[in-house]
């Protein structure tokens, strides 16, 4: 007797009953029932989408049991395991599975959430793959002590270092020489300030440290805010915007002469505190706009949290100063970075703030993934006004639908 999802591959079931295995309702063992979920999720174009819905919010011990076994297809595998897809929950059983391809663990390292990145710190295979540890290294919500302890892993004998943040030496140094914690940012100005004005902190190194090949990377962009110049600022800060391209230029002429001036401080002259926040921001290279992001003022951060370089848009976000209510209005923020939007509730203290969530998933800019995972926090009231809400996606739009009814029949049995 041919099981049902032969048929469904043969194209030998009418419509309704295709209609009825997206929604998940057929009557058929579970694992059969997701893996028909997932064949139709991709390669059916008509029924894609409900079937998408139906596996983001199927029973989590069935599709566990389902992501633990060696004997489950490959295509159901590589369809929970892609960063797409993948349901935290989920991903212990999927590490453990041998049947999980290294590939497809390669792929989520270096994306996944903060909450990934700790299982995958805690899984025996990860920690036995040089490959995986070093895909992981490169993942941004990587905290510098886990960024040090996979070093430690990888290259056992060697001690971890990075030159960016290196103490000044005792005699004075050569031109040539590492550059010191004094002189790591470079602010457009010339101007000197006196010794011990400024200390850099050890937040701020200790983000310097864990993204160093990053900001590598990306050392000569500019500051390029996603949706342009802001309203609130005047005709007469525009031509600064197109001045930071210049500006990022200087500060890297600048750095061979502040080798000469070991003195130089991140600190903006009197002349740039009296400028606007743009003109601020516009001067300095990403160094300088990762400590500005972190240190700097509320008017500061609302700028470089539409920061198009990633790695000084998520430096917001570790600001020890930011507030909750900064976050409620970055959340519904549609000129940012998705990676802002996907960050915001790997902190903690956001992700338990209703407000956060409630904005994000109202979003249309936040990825459907997130937004799908979110969901379940919302109150009654949001899920009826998200249902209706026509800016978001019909995926989000549907299951807000669904989970609403589903409450409101919940509360009318009790």
């Known amino acids: 007797m041919s099981r049902m999802i032969d048929l469904i591959r043969a194209s030998a079931v009418p419509a309704n009953l295709m209609q009825s ?14 893996e028909i ?100 290294l490169l993942n941004p919500h990587l905290s510098g002590i886990q960024s040090e302890n996979i ?71 500019p500051y390029q805010p996603i949706g342009g110049i802001p309203e609130e600022f005047s005709e007469a800060d525009e031509p600064l915007a197109a001045q930071a391209a210049t500006s990022a230029s200087s500060a890297s002429s600048a750095g061979a002469a502040a080798k000469k001036a070991p003195s ?8 740039e505190e009296r400028g606007s ?18 240190k700097g003022s509320k008017e500061e951060r609302s700028l470089l949290i539409r920061d198009g370089t990633k790695i000084v848009a998520l430096a917001v976000l570790e600001s020890p100063k930011i507030s909750d209510g900064e976050v409620e209005r970055f959340a519904t923020q549609k000129n940012v970075l998705e990676s802002v939007l996907r960050g915001i509730p ?20 936040t990825p459907l993934d997130l937004s799908l995972s979110l969901m379940k926090n919302l109150l009654v009231g949001d899920l009826r006004n998200l249902s209706n809400n026509k800016e978001i996606s019909d995926t989000v739009r549907k299951l807000a639908t669904k989970m609403f009814k589903q409450k409101m029949d919940s509360n009318t049995k009790r």
């Open 264 to 271: 130089k401080k991140t600190h903006l002259s009197p002349q």
């Open 151 to 221: 070093r430690k892993k990888i290259e056992p004998a060697a001690a971890v270092a990075v030159p960016e943040v290196a103490a000044p030496a005792a005699e004075p140094a050569p031109d040539d020489a590492a550059v010191s914690p004094d002189e790591i940012f470079q602010a457009g100005s010339e101007d000197e300030v006196s010794e011990g004005e400024t200390v850099l902190d050890e937040g701020v190194l200790a983000y310097l440290a864990e993204h160093a090949n990053e900001i590598a990377t990306t050392a000569e962009n």
């Open 21 to 34: 295995a997206a929604k998940g309702s057929l009557s058929v063992p579970p694992r059969e029932m997701i």
């Open 346 to 365: 790997m902190k903690r203290r956001f992700a338990k703030n209703y407000a956060v969530i409630r904005n994000l998933v109202f979003n249309p800019r």
């Open 277 to 294: 926040a743009l003109q601020k921001i516009a001067k300095l290279d990403i160094k300088g706009r990762i400590q500005l992001a972190m």
């Open 37 to 136: 979920l997932v064949y139709l999720a991709v390669h059916n174009k008509v029924f894609s989408e409900q079937a998408q819905l139906t596996l983001a919010g199927w029973d989590e011990a069935a599709s566990r049991a389902v992501a633990g076994d060696a004997a489950t297809p490959k295509e159901v595998l590589d369809y929970l395991i892609s960063p797409k897809n993948l349901r935290p929950a989920l991903l212990p059983a999927l590490l453990a599975n041998p049947s999980v391809a290294e590939e497809s663990l390669l792929e989520i390292a270096p994306v996944g959430g903060r909450d990934v990145v700790e299982m995958m710190l805690n899984s025996d295979r990860v920690n036995r793959s040089e490959t995986i540890l070093n895909a992981l």
